[in-house]
């Protein structure tokens, strides 16, 4: 718990932190920030014409971005989930979009197949009636908040 001083207090076997909604230090080089402070990167990309190709080439460009200095979302992993606890397209499609509204950017994958997809061009839709950034290319973290 956080007390009336903003003090941390130690909880059984965690220590609790407040939040600090908003707040991002962009100085400095993106591989040194915390990745709890990171700004949160949805990865659009196709998945349905090829499970496992669209999702090592959504890893992909997670590790580029992760090197960018976002906190990459990579929906495509519920593939495991999927295995254990089977789900209906319409399920994974409304799931993605709850994980897409919790992130401060949207990125879409450079591939022909991506261009094709018809639930990337839902979550490009969704994102900018939303107001979520989309790019194309990858941008350093701290560049998105200079725009």
């Known amino acids: 718990m956080v007390d009336s001083l903003g003090l941390v207090e130690e909880y059984e076997d965690c220590v609790l932190s407040p ?3 908003g707040i991002v230090d962009l ?3 993106p591989l040194d920030w915390p990745l709890e402070d990171r700004p949160f990167i949805y990865i659009a990309g196709y998945f ?3 499970p496992m190709h669209g999702t090592k080439n959504a890893i992909k460009w997670a590790r580029v971005l992760l090197d960018a200095g976002w906190l990459p979302l990579v929906p495509h992993t519920s593939i495991i989930f999927d ?3 089977p ?3 319409e399920f994974w499609y409304a799931y993605d979009l709850g994980l897409l509204q919790r992130c401060d950017a949207l990125f879409v994958c450079p ?3 991506t261009k094709e997809s018809v639930g990337v061009c839902d979550e490009i839709a969704y994102a900018v009636r939303h107001e979520i950034p989309v790019f194309y290319t990858v941008v350093q ?3 998105r908040y200079a725009r």
């Open 48 to 50: 349905s014409a090829n």
């Open 111 to 113: 591939d022909e197949l």
């Open 27 to 29: 100085s400095g080089n």
């Open 141 to 143: 973290a701290k560049d």
């Open 19 to 21: 939040t600090l909604t």
């Open 83 to 85: 295995m254990v606890a």
């Open 87 to 89: 789900q209906t397209p």
